[in-house]
């Protein structure tokens, strides 16, 4: 697959491999595969999100649920806004944290529907890490609040908040954190890793690392499915595990004193997840909207993305006293929250190319070929103790009341 760019691209390719090859020098010749993702995707200046590269819309890698509809945060608000309401009720102070912002889309989305309902909060928090993101999200948003001044303010963080009352959102924030890949060898659960190929010679730098069966993964770090059913796995076999996303889970989590944490991501319960048919995992590379199996292809320049496994960062929210309100796949929580009134209500059937164009952006984000089933929307809450109106608020929030799916075998 040629789809090299320029040679400034390549300069840039060769800079961060540099810095990659620098450290794996340090750690004795080798990296755990999360170790080697952190650096593709968030090494200073160099890495995928923090470089000054396009990655939304028709010219970027990839197209997020906020940038194909403005349907998507209207339904959003539809779910946050009795919970925003809850609090503003009781003149208790509250705010939207949403991670990893995108182009600010989705804020800006949110934000105008609330205002319709009279359900803004008092802040809405932006904690974004690539600093390419923050500028165009302040830009977007500082137009848009220029052409409509709500009384609210948009506060860009960089950290989680010790103690938060009222919405946390995450689209897509997930795939992005760092996995370690880990591959069965002689009846144990061993750490891939990557080496420096001596005898690289490829421009696109596919062969300028190689793999490496690494050291044993403690087990206390290995989801229990893994232990449980070595056996089913031949040697070879290659998946992911997500220390990373549980420990991240853990501080949102812990974070929160009361509220309602929504995210939105691709993936599957552990039990498909971890099928003996997936035997090469689920993680891959992502330039200008191919899909790559190859994780050395460009570095910097592709996205490296992995699955959600839900299963385990469910059981890491119940621990931490989160309660599960929402398990479904993205389609059917958008039906049930009614995005197909939003769609009837906002669209001009006698427009027939406004209409046509709007009915395939809709299909998009529900239908099963699309972003619809593999897509999936998780939501927790937590609550003050005895605070039974707010426990009973969010068992009856839009999109939360239809039968969930399974998230345990």
């Given at each position: ?186 009846a144990h659960w061993h ?85 003996v048919q997936r035997h ?49 796949s993205q389609g059917a ?77």
């Open positions: 697959m040629d789809i090299l760019t320029s040679s400034e691209a390549l300069e840039h390719c060769q800079l961060l491999s540099n810095l990659i090859d620098e450290e794996i020098e340090k750690h004795g010749g080798k990296l755990h595969f999360s170790q080697f993702m952190e650096f593709i995707l968030y090494s200073p200046h160099y890495g995928y999100y923090t470089s000054g590269s396009f990655k939304f819309g028709a010219k970027g890698d990839f197209i997020t649920a906020p940038e194909i509809s403005p349907l998507f945060g209207a339904t959003i608000a539809q779910t946050i806004g009795p919970v925003l309401h809850y609090f503003l009720e009781k003149n208790q102070p509250c705010s939207i944290l949403e991670f990893g912002a995108g182009s600010g889309k989705l804020c800006q989305d949110i934000l105008m529907n609330l205002h319709q309902n009279n359900q803004l909060p008092g802040k809405y928090l932006i904690l974004e890490v690539s600093p390419e993101l923050r500028d165009r999200q302040k830009k977007l948003l500082g137009r848009f609040l220029k052409d409509h001044p709500y009384p609210i303010e948009i506060e860009w963080v960089s950290k989680i908040p010790d103690q938060f009352d009222g919405v946390v959102l995450a689209n897509e924030v997930l795939d992005a954190i760092p996995v370690d890949l880990v591959i069965k060898q002689n750490y891939r890793c990557v080496s420096k190929c001596l005898k690289a010679s490829s421009p696109s730098f596919s062969d300028h690392w190689q793999w490496l069966v690494g050291e044993r993964v403690p087990m206390d770090l290995l989801p229990s499915y893994l232990v449980e059913s070595i056996n089913l796995y031949p040697d070879g076999y290659i998946t992911e595990i997500h220390p990373q996303s549980n420990a991240w889970l853990r501080a949102v989590a812990n974070s929160i004193r009361q509220g309602l944490f929504v995210t939105f991501d691709y993936g599957f319960p552990e039990k498909e997840y971890y099928h090469q995992g689920t993680h891959m590379a992502h330039h200008r909207h191919h899909a790559i199996p190859d994780m050395f292809y460009l570095p910097g320049l592709c996205d490296i993305t992995s699955h959600v496994e839900w299963t385990s960062l469910n059981r890491t929210a119940l621990r931490c006293g989160m309660s599960l309100m929402n398990y479904q929580y958008l039906l049930h929250a009614g995005i197909g009134g939003l769609f009837l209500s906002t669209t001009d059937p006698t427009n027939a190319k406004d209409y046509a164009i709007a009915a395939n952006s809709f299909q998009k984000l529900i239908s099963e070929a699309e972003m619809g089933e593999l897509f999936k929307t998780i939501a927790w809450s937590r609550n003050l103790p005895g605070s039974i109106d707010f426990e009973n608020l969010c068992a009856t929030l839009p999109g939360f009341t239809d039968k969930q799916r399974l998230l345990e075998a």
